[in-house]
């Protein structure tokens, strides 16, 4: 019993402390994921930063001239089995849901 509070503790740890591999770990190929930052003080899920991503001229067409709030789908990433996901910016427009 003692071992199974013990695996579940560490489970729980570890969904906490996920984050993405770093980039530069990365084999060649695989885009590299960032963990989306909301705006200080707001849940707004806004596009990703541009530095960020793999083609910025087509999201400045998908994107146009819509206002903040309106640009990227509003969500919010769900949990399951005690692994929390989270957004990321991994080179597309808008942050996705990544575990």
């Given at each position: ?49 541009v530095?960020?991503l ?33 957004l ?12």
């Amino acid at each position: 019993m003692a071992c199974l509070i013990t695996f579940a503790a560490l489970l729980v740890t570890g969904a906490r402390a996920w984050s993405p591999e770093p980039c530069d770990e990365l084999p060649d190929g695989v885009p590299c994921a960032k963990l989306y930052e909301h705006p200080h003080g707001s849940t707004t899920v806004m596009p990703c930063p541009v530095d960020s991503l793999t083609a910025p001229e087509s999201c400045q067409a998908l994107l146009g001239k819509k206002a903040d709030g309106q640009q990227c789908p509003q969500i919010k990433c769900p949990s399951a089995l005690g692994v929390e996901m989270k957004l990321v910016c991994a080179g597309g427009c808008c942050p996705t849901c990544w575990a």
